[in-house]
């Protein structure tokens, strides 16, 4: 199989995380304050926060906390940040359900106010753009850093100093992002700033997080044990703790350590720079099939997927086609980023999204690109 499904969950993963997991489960690692064993489970959980602090540039490790994904860490900031009947947030139309449901939901039964800065052809949305649609009442701006759907890159130390100018939290959707582009929550001045381990971080699905400035006042999602400081009866307020009722996800918080070092061991932008050039070489010789329109452009994009529609054919015929003739992989349809696709000009049926990754080998793009040609041949052009 040819799999050009990262941007929904990596495969294959690196082997240091098969081993990582593997050598997990062979071990009674519990966590120790819970057990009394001596192999101490937050060994992990420390190590993975610091590389992740290394990927981020956060200066304290324990202002980072793990989750179960993205979509709760940004359901606990959003709820968090005590948003109350009058707030107003702004946000984008290149956000995920993730980020799009929380705050509509918020709207729907709390009486807050929500806009959606419409992106450009390019789905980028101009930091000025944001500040336009900034009201005295705005609370909070929360932006989806790099678009899964098309790429594209927001400027994040700009938006920054817009929601900051007018006295709002910033809170990033770095699903896309982390693992692939350098970012830097200190310099950019980020206040939260959600992850998620199983796409370009490589860990298994199930882990994520959420990084918090210090002194933010954001009330958890949950309570419960921590497994030390029993006697105090509510939640620790100390981090992460605060943050991390329940037993953990330690298989997930391994698999993201392994998976953060391999990122590091290997350099980001050398793991970056091969699925780049995969997605430029296969853009650039789309350009062959003027019935294939490609929705990634632009200067400020990963290029670490790119999506696309062939003319005349909707995205998941495209999708059924790859899969059962060629054993292609791609996704297809909304990618769960309505509000993006009208500015792109496809509602409703959305896109094809095609993305390869570190791994994917040369005769695998050329196999890809043939499978196009074959596919607009037959269906579009209809040759003989
Ligand atoms: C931009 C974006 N935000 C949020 C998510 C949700 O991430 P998770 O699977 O960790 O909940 C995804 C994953 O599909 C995503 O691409």
């Known amino acids: 199989m040819i799999y050009f ?6 495969y294959p993963k690196p082997k240091v995380v098969f081993d990582a997991v593997n050598a997990y489960f062979n071990a009674p690692t519990c966590h120790s304050a819970r057990t009394g064993l001596e192999i101490d489970s937050d060994d992990h959980a420390t190590s993975a926060r610091q590389k992740l602090a290394k990927l981020f540039n956060v200066s304290d490790i324990n202002q980072i906390i793990f989750t179960s994904g993205s979509t709760e860490a940004l359901n606990l900031a959003i709820n968090g940040i005590g948003l109350k009947k009058g707030s107003h947030v702004v946000s984008t139309t290149i956000e995920h359900n993730s980020v799009i449901r929380p705050l509509k939901h918020l709207e729907r039964d709390e009486g807050i ?7 450009d052809c390019l789905s980028y949305v101009e930091p000025a753009k944001i500040e336009e649609a900034i009201k005295p009442n705005t609370k909070a701006v929360v932006v989806n850093h790099s678009s899964n759907v098309t790429g594209s890159i927001l400027d994040l130390a700009e938006i920054a100093k817009v929601a900051h100018r007018h006295g709002a939290l910033f809170i990033v959707d770095a699903s896309q992002s982390a693992g692939n582009i350098p970012i830097d929550v200190t310099a950019w001045d980020i206040d939260l700033l959600s992850f998620t381990g199983h796409k370009s971080l490589y860990g298994i699905q199930g882990i994520g997080g959420l990084y918090l400035k210090k002194g933010l006042d954001v009330k958890p999602l949950k309570v419960g044990g921590t497994g030390v400081k029993s006697e105090v009866l509510t939640q620790p307020t ?14 997930g918080i391994v698999s993201l350590d392994a998976g953060a070092g391999y990122i590091l061991e290997k350099g980001i932008d050398h793991i970056r720079n091969r699925k780049v050039e995969i997605v430029k070489t296969i853009i650039d010789k789309l350009k062959d099939y003027p019935e294939v329109e490609v929705y990634t452009r632009g200067k400020r994009n990963s290029y670490v997927n790119f999506c696309f529609n062939i003319k005349g054919m909707v995205p998941e015929e495209v999708g059924y086609i790859l899969d059962s003739s060629y054993d292609i992989t791609v996704r297809t349809g909304l990618h769960c ?14 896109t094809v999204r095609a993305s390869p990754s570190y791994f994917t080998t040369d005769n695998e793009v050329d196999k ?4 196009i040609k074959q596919t607009v041949k037959t269906f579009v052009r209809k040759e003989k």
């Open 113 to 119: 106010e929500v806009d959606f800065v419409e992106c």
């Open 337 to 350: 980023a309505p509000l993006i696709m009208k500015p792109l000009g496809v509602y409703p049926w959305g």
């Open 368 to 371: 890809f690109i043939e499978a």
């Open 5 to 10: 499904n990262n941007a929904a969950t990596s």
């Open 238 to 251: 100390e981090m992460p703790l605060y943050y991390e009722a329940g037993t953990p996800n330690m298989p």
